[in-house]
């Protein structure tokens, strides 16, 4: 990745933490070093606690505490009652931050479903990142909601970009399955409410089938997991948003799961990590 941190080439990734979960004092530890090795430059982390804790009134920010002081960070204000939201951390610093109200319908109330959307001021020769950190509803039966909540977020998107163009990532955990029509939306493949847009994922992108075994996230084999069937396995992305010509504005040069070995397991989540950069020139 020579020349990542000049801003040639964009390291991504996601993980839903679990919170606090089980075993946290040993899942710390392998949430420091796996992130440590990965170098990445935007990190979009689920379920994370920002919470008073201890006697003393001090504050738990586990992803401050896993990641470390380099990183810019942004804490949704949308939380469950224990502290658990979502935050997006960045290498370089950030700007403009709309925190996106997702609850479209009644059903959508019990769950602190939100959504961050960061101007990140990325060094030439990419430029502006605005950072989508999509986590909408997880329940089974809410894809409507999940897919009213795509067009939100899709919407705001496109008013930012008309007075402050840039690339999209958009990262999380989605709880929807490529087939989906929240990601059928996103990807393209399905128009909602009269709009339609397009993400190009970055792991389709790269292994050229979106379906793949190797590519599901939330598995019953985690030993970590509770759901002995759910029926969502490949429900964690990256996705990047594309241009008029050529696909995504920038390239996915590969993605991979991460967190998925029997010593980096610790959430009930995989994750992924994606590396992109600038585009060949067009001839």
């Known amino acids: 990745m020579t020349g990542r941190a000049e801003g040639v080439r964009l390291r991504i990734a996601t ?15 392998v949430l420091k070093a796996e992130f440590a090795h990965m170098d990445a430059d935007l990190v979009a982390l689920q379920e994370t606690i920002v919470a ?16 470390g002081p380099e990183y810019h960070l942004v804490h949704s204000a949308t939380r469950e009652p224990n502290g658990q939201g979502i935050t997006t951390a960045s290498r370089w610093p950030v700007g403009r931050v709309v925190e996106l109200d997702l609850r479209v319908t009644p059903r959508t109330h019990d769950f602190a479903c939100t959504a961050l959307l960061i101007e990140v001021l990325v060094p030439e020769p990419i430029g502006r990142v605005w950072m989508l ?22 919407r705001a998107v496109e008013d930012v970009l008309t007075e402050q163009p840039g690339h999209v990532v958009l990262a999380g955990d989605l709880d929807a399955e490529p087939q989906a029509d929240s990601l059928r ?33 939330f598995v019953p084999a985690n030993p970590n997991g509770s759901d002995w069937d759910w029926p969502y396995r490949r429900i964690d992305y990256i996705l990047v948003r594309c241009g008029a010509h050529g696909g995504p504005t920038l390239r996915v040069m590969n993605c991979a799961r991460t967190f998925d070995q029997p010593h980096t397991t610790i959430s009930d989540h995989y994750g992924l990590v994606a590396d992109l950069a600038p585009p060949p020139e067009r001839h």
């Open 15 to 29: 993980l839903n933490v679990w919170g606090k979960g089980d075993r946290w004092p040993e899942r710390r530890g």
């Open 52 to 67: 008073p804790e201890g006697p003393a009134d001090t504050t738990l920010d586990q992803a401050r505490d896993v990641l």
């Open 133 to 154: 950190h999509h986590f909408p509803d997880y329940q089974l039966d809410h894809e409507h909601e999940r897919t009213l909540q795509a067009l939100v977020v899709a």
């Open 185 to 217: 939306f996103l990807t393209g493949h399905h128009g909602v409410d009269g709009m339609s847009v397009c993400y190009r994922d970055a792991w389709t992108s790269t292994h050229g089938h979106a379906d793949r075994p190797d590519g599901d996230t």
